[in-house]
């Protein structure tokens, strides 16, 4: 009877540690079901914004390829990074999606926090979206070389007005006056279109919104826009110029990408991937992402973590050496 308890307890012991050190199974079947409930897809910004109108026409398609409703979050404030913190601590589970941009990348750079390119996993890059360097007409040039003519005439002079500091539009003079030996003044705004209304009123010399805005200030005789910031023509700004043929090397595109959080499953990743690589190729999708400002240009995980590493390098090469610092 004693040998027969000593073998039993014998038998538990070996028992509990197989369910200790054996894999459990729960988590992938939980990837192979995904997904069984609804998805959020928070966005870094208000309502209205570039980042919130891309989520809000893709939310209902991915939830029709999905099987399950695609909730938007908007989650604006702190140069982005309550969104950034939020998805950081979201748990793994492939039920957080995050929407984000170049200037979030920039953004979290800058205040040296969550950085992108290390801190969540990505699942691809959306599309493009240009940027374009207009100034008031009462500057008097109306190309890139006579704006930069007139900018070493008068060091300090010219202005330039953004959205804040570390965002897109301030990067997009950074890098002008970087590459063209210029010394211009930024003015942030607590908004894009504040800067351009400043800009059209000649309060301020110089601002590079997304090219989408350009409708805001088609006819108008008060700005005039010198080119566009990406390498080649677009067919967002046609018949614009690129920035770069006068100042070679300039380059800078708006973007728009998905991240997920930090260890989310590989699976999880795969699938969505695929399913946002057949949603852009659903007839309609292409071209209603193009009435909005945006270039669709899907990609694999393993390219946009490759494209967020060196954009990351790239914009803080840039902020050392132009010494821009947080705000404090």
Same mark, same amino acid.
């Given at each position: 009877m004693m040998t027969f308890r000593r073998h039993g307890n014998v038998c538990k012991l070996l028992f509990l540690l197989y369910l200790l050190c054996c894999p459990v199974s729960a988590p992938v079947d939980a990837a192979q079901n995904y997904p069984v409930r609804p998805i959020r897809l928070v966005t870094s910004t208000a309502s209205g914004s570039g980042s919130d109108v891309v989520a809000r026409l893709l939310a209902p398609r991915l939830s029709e390829l999905l099987g399950q409703q695609v909730v938007v979050d908007n989650r604006p404030?702190?140069?982005?990074?309550?969104?950034?913190?939020?998805?950081?601590?979201?748990?793994?589970d492939g039920y957080t999606l995050w929407i984000v941009t170049q200037t979030q990348l920039i953004s979290t750079t800058l205040f040296?926090?969550?950085?992108?390119?290390?801190?969540?996993?990505?699942?691809?890059?959306?599309?493009?979206?240009?940027?374009?360097?207009?100034?008031s007409s009462a500057l008097n040039v109306k190309t890139t070389a006579e704006f930069i003519?007139?900018?070493?005439a008068k060091p300090g002079f010219v202005m330039y007005g953004s959205s804040g500091n570390g965002t897109s539009? &301030? =990067?997009? =003079?950074?890098?002008?006056?970087?590459?063209?030996g210029l010394?211009?003044? &930024?003015?942030?705004?607590?908004?894009?279109?504040?800067? =351009?209304?400043?800009v059209m009123s000649g309060q301020m010399h110089a601002t590079c919104p997304a090219a989408p805005t350009l409708s805001l200030v088609a006819g108008s005789d008060k700005v005039r826009v010198l080119g566009?910031?990406?390498?080649a023509p677009t067919v967002l700004a046609p018949g614009l110029p690129t920035i770069g043929e006068t100042l070679p090397g300039y380059e800078l595109n708006g973007w728009y990408g998905m991240l997920m959080p930090p260890r989310t499953p590989h699976t999880i990743v795969v699938r969505l991937n695929r399913d946002i690589t057949r949603l852009f190729a659903?007839?309609?999708?292409?071209?209603?992402m193009l009435g909005v400002g945006v270039e669709a240009s899907p990609s694999a995980p393993a390219p946009f973590g490759a494209f967020l590493r060196k954009e990351s390098e790239r914009w803080a090469t840039l902020m050392r050496e132009a010494g821009i610092k947080p705000p404090h």
């Open positions: 404030g702190a140069s982005g990074l309550i969104a950034a913190e939020l998805v950081s601590r979201a748990a793994p040296n926090r969550f950085h992108l390119h290390k801190d969540y996993v990505p699942v691809g890059m959306l599309g493009g979206t240009p940027f374009v360097i207009v100034v003519a007139l900018a070493k539009g &301030h =990067m997009c =003079m950074e890098l002008f006056q970087s590459l063209a010394k211009l003044l &930024h003015v942030p705004y607590k908004g894009s279109m504040l800067a =351009m209304t400043e566009v910031t990406t390498r659903t007839p309609g999708v292409r071209e209603r």
